[in-house]
Nanobody, 118 residues
């Protein structure tokens, strides 16, 4: 079992920055990749960024060059640095962990609201 807790959301003006954090606990040894997803009102949840245990990163086209995903293994934390924020980045951001422990498991945090005003 993996438990994820996000923090760092808030209200920011367009062009501003925020950094989201996701702390993992529990069976962290089983985690193979972590990432951030977001869901805006009336829209489907979409992947924003991901990072594998080996450090390979991947980004949605809409955030490339503006968002950076990173991790601190000593703190069991994954970060999402968001720069040059746009109103269309407004959404609830969810941390996700994929873990393998005999089977593949997907774990989700509770979400943190990011609101970008124009």
């Amino acid at each position: 079992q993996v438990h994820l807790v996000e923090s760092g959301g808030g209200l920011v003006q367009a062009g501003g920055s925020l950094r989201l954090s996701c702390v993992a606990s529990g069976s962290i040894f089983s985690i193979t990749a972590m990432g951030w997803h977001r869901q805006a009102p009336g829209k489907q949840r979409e992947s924003v960024a991901a990072i594998t245990r080996g450090g390979i990163t991947d980004y949605a086209d809409s955030v490339k060059g503006r968002f950076t995903i990173s991790r601190d293994d000593a703190e069991n934390t994954v970060y999402l640095q968001m720069n040059s924020l746009k109103p269309e980045d407004t959404a609830v951001y969810y941390c996700n962990a994929e873990a393998i422990d005999g089977m593949i498991y997907d774990y989700w945090g509770q979400g943190t609201q990011v609101t970008v005003s124009s």
